[in-house]
Structure formats: C-alpha cells, structure tokens
C-alpha cells in the first residue's frame, strides 16, 4: 500500500513565502492572546492555589456549584465541567492555598455537603500548591526549558554540520554568553531568550545553516503550542511544559529526516539549483515523514480521546505539538535553507563588487 | 552466518532477562525458589494512579529558635535571682533578641560574666545606659540557632514518621527535603483530611491553672498581668453537644507533654464517651504530684496546641503520674490525639507547602483508560503497520510488541515508577517505535524502486536509515533527560518511561527486525520481500 506516490512532486519550496506569512499570523495571533489575556492561563503548579475534582452523584451545573460555595469566593470562571456530561465531573480552582491544618479542600467539601447533601459529592483530587511551591516549579520548568534548548542546540549545531570543531566553538561561546547574562541579575525568562537569541547569532556567524534552520524550526514548533493554548485558554502546568520539551525533541525528528536527505542530495550532485534540490529532498521524505507523523499523531489521538481527564490537556499539547512539527519541518525548516543562502549568495556579490 | 548466531543469543538473553524482571508484576504464581533468587520486585505505581497523598510540608524551624529562647529567658531569671542580679524584665523582641533590663548599670560586668559562663549558646551584642536604667540586648549564636533549626527538622521528620506508623499506612515514603522541607507519600489513603490532621498537628500538651475569679470575656488589655484568655471546647455530658467557650489561664506553664511515656483510648463507663490517659515518666510523675499537691482545690487546665480541652479541679494530690484528657472526642479523634501524645510533640509547627491527592476511585479509572488508549492506539498501528508494509510489518509489529514488553521490564528492573503521564509516554513511544521501521522500510522501498534485489534494498536500507534514526532519537532522548532532572513525580515518570521506550526502540527496530530480515534471507534463502 502507498498514500504518496514516489513520483509525487509538489512544489513545497515555491510555497514558502505564504508558508512563512501562515506561521507569523500564527504566532501573531498567540502572542496577542497571551498579551489579551494578560498572560498565560497558569495552572495552580506555577501560580499557586487550589484545584479539586468533583464528581457529583447527580446532573448539575457550574451555576448551581457557585451559588454553593459562594462565600469561598469562588467565581464562575473557576468551575469547569470535565468528561462526558454524564460523568458529572467538574474541576473548581481557588486562588487561595491554605498553608495552615485548615483545608481549602475540606471548606469546599463542607459547602456540597450542606448544598446537594452529605454523601452526593465525592473529591476526586485534589492539588494544592502554596505559593513558595509555585515559585520553585516555575524555576524548575524554565530551568528545564533553557537547559533542553541548550543541549539541543549544542547537538545540532554539531551533529548537522558534522563540524564538530566549531560545534566547540558554539558551545563554548553559548556558554560564555549565558553567564554572562546570568551575571546581570536577570530573571530566568530573560535570560532563556538570551539564549535563543545568542544560539541564534552564534548559528549565523559560524555559518551553521541547518543548526540555525533547526532551532528556528523548533521555536517555531513551542511559539505556536503555547499561542494555541492562550488563544484557547487552556491551563498552562508542569505536564504542559513536558509536553513542550517532549515536542521540541521530536519536532527535530522530522527535521533531521529531511536535512539529512538534503545533504546526502548535495553530496550526489554539487551542480543545480538549490532550491530545486531541497524540494526534491522534501518531496523523497514524504511519504517518511508523513507516515512517521502519522503513527504518533495516531496513538496520541486515542490518548486525547480515551485517556481520561487527567491527561486530556498534556495529550492536546502533544497533538498540536506533532502536527505543527511536522508543518514546520517541511514548510519552514527546509525553506530557511534557502532564505540562509539567497543571503549568503547576496553578501558573496557584494564582496566581490567591493 | 557466524553474526546471525551471536545477535540472536543477545536477543534471545535481553528477551528472558526482560520476562524474568516482568513476572512478578504479571500477579502469576511464581514457585517459592524464584524469591530470593530472581527479581521479585513488581512496577511501582505512582500515587496517581494507585491513589493517596503526596505533601510537602515546611517546618517552622524558626519557632523552635524562638520556643528555645522563651526557654532560656526563664533559666536566665532564676541564674540572675541566684547571683542576686536585680533586673526589671527580660524579654525576646521581635528580631529574636534577648533583651535584658537593670535598674542601673552597676552590675554590667557582672551579667555579662555571668551569661558568658552560664549560657554559651548567647553572645553578647550591645549594652547601653538607658533613662529608666540599663539595658544589655544578646542574642543566640548563630552556629547555635543553625544547630537548633536542622535538629527541629530532623526531630518533626522522625515524629511524623512515629504518628504515621501508628496511624497505619502501608509502604508510606518519608523524606527530608532541602533545608527544611519534608516530603511525605502515602499511598492508598481513604481519609486524607484525616490524615493530615494527624500529621500537621503540633501536639504541645501544656498544664496550666485557671486564673480564677476573671472573666474570659473582659476586654484583652483590662486583664491581671500574667493571664490570658484561650478557647476552649469542652463536653457537655447531659446534652451530648461540645461547646465552645473561652477561659482565663495564668501563662505559666506548669507541665508539658514531653513527659508522657504512654497515651491510650479508654471508654468513660458513666457517660461512654472515649478518653484519651496518660502516663508519665517518674520525673514528670514528681511534677504532676508536687503540682497536683500544692493547688488542690484549683482547677487544672488541660491545653492541645493553645485549645483548652478540660479543666477539672484538683481534688487531691495524684501520685502514680496518670493523667486524663476528657473532651468532646470521637472514638477516632480519641485515637488519632493519642497517636499523637504517643509519638510525642513537633519540635516546631509545620506548614503545608503543596498537597496533592488523588483518590482511590481516579487512580483506578486513571489506570483503566491509560491502558484503554494504549491497547486501541497499539492495535490501530499494528493493522496499519500490517496493512501498509504487509509482511515487513508483521515484522514491525512482532518490534513493536517486543518493545513494549522490554519497556515494562526496564520499570520493574530500575524500581521506576509508573505514573499516568509515563503510561502516556509508553503510548507516545508506541507511535515513536514504528517510526524508526518506517523510515527503514521506506528507503528498502526506494531503493527496490532504483533496481535493487531485495536483499541488496535491504542492507542499504537498514545502512541508510540507522544513523538518521540515532539523530532523531537523540533530541528526544536529551529532552526526556533533561525532565528527569528538573521535573516532580508524574513528570519524571513521563521522562522515565520516554527514555527507556527509546532506548527499547532502537535496540527492537534497528537489532531485532535486522535480525528476523537476515535470518529469512540466510537461513530461509527467501527471494523477495512483501514490503
């Protein structure tokens, strides 16, 4: 059986200016989210509070579960019905994370008691995080954003070129730049920015196209992700940011798929036009790459389906996670190649006028 | 084929040791030599998904700096009155210092001698003439409070370790965490709320007198010096309701919990409510019957953590060192407060950092739609590997089945533990296997398109694609290592079982298909390839 024709060729690369204009909407559109919203919707892991499941032995609604904990300050915003309707499940969060003997849990439970009667609620889960907690998850979660980009850019930047020589260079000169920044005093967001930006710089000057191209690629894949859970507001948590990482580790599959055709192409023929060859490259992987896709975004998509409420927003984060890494590898990865050469090509003329 | 032989054999150990790790969590009898000899150790289930309570807990060290020098202040009294050092008062201030008045500063060298030889734990850190007389300010060493605050946690750890052992929960895991954090997991807990009460609660069990004759309810600044207004609950027997109240205490503390040897549930035959008695050591013994002595006819109140439970009057002397907490108690309440009279005080109060609980109910449906999505997403590739590659994916898919099985055994053998999001990342590296033969397969089919006889496909096909699988591996491989140094429970169960089902994939889609290909070609001397 074949879905792709092997003699498929679709002209991916001629796209790339509509591609490229789709992706910076895209991310646009996140980042005005995110700006709208006034941040993103941080669950109770970095912000601090309380959230409780509740399955309830009849039909209510969120309306009905406010009135009752009404004197908790509870508003409407913070209930949320989960499941199927016929589950009767809801998710309620408060701000307030009582560090005292005195439970959050036990006053909401109190007031479903008085409200539907004893014995017709039952606290599924409960998740309390006190505001020192929240601080250190967050440093934990940035910590390990900034350290996965870090290491995978080091490896890209190696393994891609095959120099590793200058891969040392990079590091070095990644790692310098990082303490660097470190030493002004900046906060961890900042400082995971510097580094990107850096990665970024250092890819240019050393002229690393494919490590550049991948990393862009990558940032690409996190940007979307996370605009798409602030345009649905969807909570941001711990299990969100493995997502993100497990699909920063596995949008860079595809892209090596594709890169590494790209250059065993070149080795074949150093004559014709790039940009002929990298279609070529991208059309020969297809089929790879969409089948590769497929079988993750399959299992993923049962998981989203059947695997239950606890796990529902980590499998959405890795369901768009897949998709928009698959987008990126064909639609962006490959073309920046081309946009790194036309450069290249351009400063080259001006050289030699010079 | 000399190779065919040895990377069979490696399989063939890989694959038993694997069967070996996983027999035990299989729940199958396995014969009486098999424990002690053979891994007996079953996949450990994380507390989302078995159920029960994760807390993070801080412990206050800094009150228990503070309680010492409460403590201290009564020493430096007495050593002063001894050495007839007249001093107006002594007080700890807010910056936890010890603040010490005299009348004028003609005794000055003679305090500062005196606190020098007698309490070393201070030092001495200004003195100055003030209008009403002389004032010397000293605090605690801080190597002194530093000692006083890691021994506080060390003490609240190995209480809290006693009351949950006598509480009764299987297999509970307690741990200090950084300086003054204290981790704890219970799993399978019904009564959290319960548990924490028991947990959380500071059990300072205080005696002190009932300032008689003032009212609880006078205004807090018109009370006698010395006197302070508490809450109380008490019983009341002829109704069956506890009231809440308040009464007037002198502050002196004239017996504390630290002497109770035992602390048991009994029934009160005339009402048959539970109380909780108490003994106490012989020295709290002598305490309790020079008290009892001296203030027959006074009422006698009995304080858990500043709450008065009972004040009965003294009727006469009580040697022998029991004692009795009555109150408004439920037989459990009875229990729990004995436990905890039992295990003895918290050196400092603890404050909860971070709860999570999950029930027992979530944790088994957590359990069956994890399992659910794994079975249908497994089944789903496996007809489309089958569909798509024919024969070459029945070979995948015999890859695929091996790699969930070697997964499974990498839990056991390393002792991980399985949470809900690593069920999620055995899913994940269901499609993530398949994707390694894809891309082998997939060159075997491009490269029979230019010519190749199958076997020549073959090799080129599994030379091609391997160092591209590695490379793709490797990011996601960095990734899930990175979450398993910065992340908490069900994150770095995600990394774990990303990391093992990696390695697992490599080693079935690159080793143990190869293995069946050549075997088929060499051995079966098979012509073409269904792909």
């Not at chain 1, 199927?84 to 969060?93: A, K, L, P, Q, Y």
């Not at chain 2, 996983?22 to 289930?45: C, E, F, Q, R, Y």
């Not at chain 2, 305090?111 to 734990?121: A, S, Y």
């Not at chain 2, 609950?233 to 069956?240: L, V, W, Y």
Request: charged share 20%; aromatic share 8%.
């Amino acid at each position: 059986m074949e879905f792709i024709r092997p003699d498929i060729n679709i002209n991916f690369v001629g796209m790339r200016g509509k591609a490229v204009s789709f992706s910076v909407l895209l991310i646009l559109l996140g980042a005005l989210a995110i700006v709208w919203r006034g941040g993103l919707n941080m669950g109770v892991d970095f912000s601090g509070g309380t959230l409780i499941q509740v399955k309830f032995s009849q039909a209510t609604t969120p309306d009905a579960i406010r009135d009752a904990l009404k004197d908790l300050g509870i508003g409407r915003s913070a209930i949320q019905q989960v499941g199927s309707g016929s589950d009767n499940e809801f998710i309620v969060r408060s701000d307030i994370s009582e560090e005292k003997a005195k439970r959050v849990s036990d006053d909401i439970q109190a007031r479903l008691d008085q409200a539907y009667g004893p014995g017709k609620t039952t606290i599924l889960r409960v998740e309390m995080v006190g505001p020192k907690v929240g601080q250190d998850l967050r440093q934990k979660a940035l910590l390990a954003i900034y350290y996965a980009l870090l290491f995978i850019a080091l490896y890209i930047s190696g393994r891609f070129e095959l120099k590793w020589g200058t891969s040392g260079v990079m590091a070095a000169a990644l790692l310098l730049g990082v303490y660097l920044l470190g030493l002004t005093g900046l906060s961890m967001t900042y400082l995971i920015i510097g580094a990107l930006v850096i990665t970024l710089v250092l890819c240019w000057i050393l002229k690393l196209p494919y490590a550049l191209g991948a990393v862009v690629a990558l940032i690409h894949d996190v940007f979307i992700t996370v605009g798409i859970f602030a345009l649905l507001n969807k909570e941001f948590n711990l299990t969100i940011v493995a997502a993100l990482l497990t699909i920063v580790g596995y949008s860079l599959n595809d892209t090596i798929i594709v890169y590494d055709r790209i250059r065993e192409n070149l080795r074949g023929s150093r004559k014709g036009d790039l940009k002929d060859l990298i279609n070529r490259s991208i059309n020969q992987t297809l089929s790879r790459t969409l089948l590769t896709s497929g079988t993750t975004l399959l299992v993923v998509l049962f998981l989203f389906l059947l695997g239950g409420t606890v796990i529902h927003d980590f499998a959405f984060a890795l369901l768009v996670g897949i998709i928009v890494g698959t987008y990126s590898s064909i639609f962006i990865a490959s073309p920046l190649l081309i946009f790194y050469e036309d450069w290249a090509a351009a400063k080259g003329i001006a050289k030699r006028r010079a | 084929m000399k190779g065919l032989k040895w990377r069979a054999i490696l399989i063939a150990v890989v694959l038993v040791a694997a069967v070996v790790y996983l027999l035990p969590s299989l729940n199958v009898p396995l014969p009486a030599w098999w424990h002690g000899t053979l891994p007996d150790d079953k996949i450990h289930l994380g507390l989302d998904l078995q159920g029960g309570m994760h807390l993070v807990l801080e412990v206050q060290a800094d009150e228990a700096v503070k309680t010492t020098l409460d403590r201290l202040i009564d020493e430096v009294k007495e050593v002063l009155r001894k050495e007839k050092i007249g001093f107006r008062s002594i007080e700890r201030n807010q910056a936890g210092h010890l603040v010490i008045q005299l009348p004028d500063g003609s005794r000055r060298d003679r305090l500062r001698e005196v606190l020098e030889k007698e309490f070393p734990i201070v030092e001495w850190v200004e003195a100055a003439e003030t209008s009403d007389g002389f004032r010397a300010v000293c605090r605690m060493k801080d190597k002194e409070a530093a000692h006083i605050r890691q021994l506080a946690v060390s003490q609240a750890l190995e209480t809290i370790r006693n009351r949950i052992d006598q509480f009764g929960v299987s297999e509970p895991d307690i741990r200090p965490q950084g300086e003054n954090r204290i981790l704890i997991q219970l799993p399978g807990i019904k009564d959290p709320k319960r548990a924490l009460d028991l947990i959380g609660k500071t059990a300072i069990l205080e005696f002190r007198l009932v300032a008689e004759g003032v009212d609880p309810h006078t205004d807090p600044a018109a009370l006698p010096a010395g006197v302070k207004v508490y809450p109380m609950r008490r019983f009341d027997p002829s109704t069956g309701r506890t009231v809440e109240g308040k009464i007037a205490l002198k502050d002196r503390t004239l017996l504390t919990g630290e002497y109770i040897t035992n602390a048991n549930v009994r029934i009160d035959s005339q009402y048959n409510t539970p109380y909780v008695a108490l003994e106490f050591d012989p020295q709290g013994a002598r305490i309790f019957e020079r008290i009892t002595g001296e203030n027959v006819k006074k009422q006698l109140a009995i304080l858990l953590d500043g709450v008065v439970y009972s004040a009965p009057v003294i009727q006469e002397k009580i040697s022998g060192g029991r004692a009795s907490i009555t109150g408004s108690f439920t037989m459990e309440e009875a229990r729990d407060l004995a436990i905890v009279l039992r295990a003895g005080a918290l050196p400092a109060p603890v404050v909860i950092l971070e709860e999570r609980t999950v029930g027992p109910s979530l944790g088994a449906d957590s359990i069956r739609k994890g399992f659910l999505s794994m079975v249908v997403g497994s089944v789903a590739v496996v007809l489309f590997m089958i569909l798509y590659y024919r024969f070459s994916g029945v070979i995948a898919d015999v890859a695929l089945i091996l790699n969930v099985i070697l997964i499974m055994a990498g839990l056991a053998a390393f002792q991980a533990t399985l949470t809900l999001p690593g069920i999620a990342g055995i899913i994940l590296t269901i499609g993530m296997a398949v994707d390694a033969n894809v891309l082998i397969f997939e060159r075997i089919r491009e490269e029979m398109r230019m010519g190749k006889t199958p076997k020549a496909a073959l090799d080129a096909g599994y030379a091609r694609a391997t160092l591209t699988i590695l490379d793709a591996n490797i990011t996601t491989l960095i990734a899930a290592l990175v979450m398993f140094q910065f992340g908490t429970g069900p994150v770095k169960g995600f990394a774990v079982t990303l990391s093992i089902g990696i390695i697992a994939s490599l080693f079935t889609a690159i080793v143990v298909t190869r293995l069946i290909f050549d075997y088929l070609f060499v051995e079966r001397r098979m012509r073409t390839l269904s792909i």
